[in-house]
């Protein structure tokens, strides 16, 4: 995730100095990117019932994954 605090935005101003656009290295703004985009997969999945760890190794065993 992303440390917002090393963040540094440039900005697009009108002459009167407002700020309209801002400008961020692509990596940066491609990380922002996955991170809105695993936020809303949580806020998606908030609803689903959960399993306690034992099910879940268990499942996993079953899946042939541990």
């Known amino acids: 995730m992303l440390d917002l605090k090393q963040l540094r ?4 101003t009108t002459d009167s100095g407002e700020k309209t656009a801002v ?6 703004f491609r990380e922002l990117l996955e991170d ?8 998606e ?7 306690s760890h034992k099910e879940l190794v268990t499942e996993l065993k079953g ?3 541990v």
């Open 9 to 12: 935005p440039q900005y697009i």
């Open 23 to 28: 400008v961020l290295p692509l990596t940066e």
């Open 63 to 65: 899946d042939g994954f």
């Open 45 to 51: 999945r908030r609803i689903e019932p959960t399993i």
């Open 36 to 43: 809105i985009e695993d936020l809303a997969t949580v806020a």
